[in-house]
């Protein structure tokens, strides 16, 4: 059964600074990793899509990685500012037939002090 | 372009009580899936269909029906609400008509829901 972890739960930075989260995953078949971002008492937003082919996408400030042999995804956040708070999370897609099953890990709080 | 629409934001039901989450999407995908989301537990999928008149169970489907007559929308339905149903529950959809089953799945903005 596949299962998803994230560390850490919680994360706090000052303004400006480079981080990293990380995702990990038990079962390396899997269709693609995805992150998103999900606001206090709102919904999910996608902010990166990695195909299992591919071992990184890139938008703005925000670079994610894939590495199945490992099991392991990042989400780099560079010169990170107050507006990035909020948790994140990563999802894998997984195998079962024709369809795109979301087994979600349970996300990372983060806080961007300014 | 509105997305994924889920209503309403918010519902209070009694034990017993039933009641219908609706969720449309004006994509034109056709992966949908009902997720919830409870402290502690991440999301959890309860059941997605993969196109109009086609549905199966996720992870923690019991208590809860669905179907899909068409693309566009994909109710879920709590016959007998029972307080272990209190939660948040999201909507998403996926893979547009033939595209790429692998693509990128957009969520609503999720339907608060608490059973007392």
């Known amino acids: 059964k596949q299962e998803v972890t994230q560390i850490p739960a919680a994360l706090s930075v000052p303004e400006g600074e480079n981080l990293v989260l990380n995702c990990s995953f038990t079962d390396s078949a899997i269709y693609n990793l995805q992150w998103f971002r999900q606001d206090p008492g709102k919904g999910l937003t996608s902010l990166l899509l990695i195909q299992s082919s591919q071992r990184e996408q890139t938008s703005g400030r925000l670079n994610a990685s894939l590495d199945k042999s490992s099991g392991r995804s990042t989400l780099y956040i560079a010169a990170s500012q107050p507006g990035d708070s909020a948790t994140y999370l990563c999802?894998?897609?997984?195998?079962?037939?024709?369809?795109?099953?979301?087994?979600f890990g349970t996300g990372t709080l983060l806080a961007v002090q300014p | 372009n509105a997305g994924v629409t889920q209503t309403p934001k918010f519902q209070v039901l009694k034990t017993g009580q039933s009641m219908t989450l609706q969720c449309a999407q004006d994509?034109?995908?056709?992966?949908m899936s009902w997720y919830r989301q409870d402290p502690g537990m991440g999301l959890r999928l309860i059941h997605y269909s993969v196109g109009a008149g086609i549905t199966d169970q996720g992870e923690v489907p019991n208590g809860y029906n669905v179907s899909r007559s068409t693309t566009e929308d994909f109710p879920l339905r709590l016959l007998s609400a029972a307080p272990s149903q209190t939660s948040v529950y999201f909507c998403?959809?996926?893979?547009?008509?033939?595209?790429?089953?692998?693509?990128?799945?957009?969520f609503g903005q999720g339907t608060r829901l608490t059973v007392v």
């Open positions: 998403a959809s996926s893979k547009p008509t033939g595209g790429a089953a692998n693509t990128e799945a957009f």
């Open positions: 994509m034109n995908h056709e992966y």
């Open positions: 999802a894998a897609s997984i195998y079962g037939g024709a369809t795109n099953k979301l087994i």
